[in-house]
């Protein structure tokens, strides 16, 4: 379709990809680190500016409230707590910068006639990428109660589908911890033996750590097999050019 007067939205839209450009460039604080607990405040983790786990700590006396059974899920919940706290810093660095202004000098001249010819593929990724983004950065749910009273041994309980999990096993063998891409989707902590029963506080956060370790490092080594797991990465390059990404997206010639 050939329309003079439809260089005015192509021009709105440049601007729009210039914002979305400033929005998707915003660089995590390297140096940032981000903390969240559990529902009991016993249990505490630390994630980077990139997401990952990087720390741990459990209160001397985790075990007179929370059921040793349950401290996976106690810890999950409290790296799900920091990964929050996470995205609320970027969302926040995000307002800041769609604050920016974000139109494009307004032509000199008259435009020439534009001819547009939408990429239905470059449209389907760029709605697929938005939906990912909303998943990567969505709240996590919260996780279920687990006080030493809560717990429930219900076996009717239904259990839902995962693919396979990258796992790590930390040094002693206690702990081990499955990722889902790049989130925490299962710890399991060994409790069929005297373990955490015999070990201190910082032993157990100790083992957590090295098990957290151990799942990264496994997933680095597999990461070029796999397609990138950040939807925001690839929406950073697909943007990092706004004319170059507006004139592939409706087809110009520039």
């Known amino acids: 379709m050939t329309t003079p007067a439809g260089f005015e939205e192509i021009h709105r839209l440049a ?5 979305l450009a400033r929005i998707f460039s915003v660089e995590p604080d390297e140096a940032r680190t981000f903390e969240g607990h559990d529902e009991t405040e016993l249990v505490h983790a630390e994630v980077d500016a990139n997401g990952r786990v990087t720390d741990f700590r459990l209160d001397r006396e985790w075990d007179e409230t929370i059921d040793p059974r349950l401290l996976g899920a106690a810890v999950i919940e409290a790296v ?18 769609e604050d920016e202004p974000a139109e494009p000098e307004p032509p000199r001249a008259a435009p020439e006639p534009v001819t547009i010819n939408p990429s239905a593929q ?6 697929y990428l938005l939906h990912r983004v909303g998943q990567e950065t969505a709240p996590p749910e919260p996780a279920r109660r687990r006080d030493r009273d809560a717990y429930d041994d219900d076996e009717d309980d239904a259990v839902p589908v995962r693919k396979r999990l990258t796992k790590g096993k930390s040094e002693g063998g206690h702990v081990v911890v499955g990722l889902d891409g790049p989130t925490v989707a299962e710890v399991q902590v060994e409790t069929d033996t005297i373990w955490v029963g015999t070990s201190n506080n910082l032993e157990v956060a100790s083992e ?15 990461a070029p097999a ?15 050019d706004p004319q170059e990404f507006v004139a592939k997206l409706f087809g110009l010639d520039r």
Do not use: H, K
């Not at 601007?15 to 914002?19: D, K, L, M, Q, S």
């Not at 920091?82 to 910068?97: H, I």
């Not at 470059?122 to 709605?127: A, G, H, V, W, Y």
């Open 15 to 19: 601007g729009e990809a210039a914002r």
């Open 80 to 97: 799900n707590a920091a990964t929050a706290a996470r995205v609320s810093s970027w969302a926040d660095r995000v307002a800041d910068a």
């Open 122 to 127: 470059t449209i389907e990724n760029l709605l």
């Open 208 to 222: 957590l750590r090295s098990a957290f370790d151990a799942a990264y490092r496994r997933a680095d080594e597999e």
């Open 226 to 240: 796999r397609r990138s797991d950040s939807a925001v990465a690839e929406l950073q390059a697909m943007t990092a």
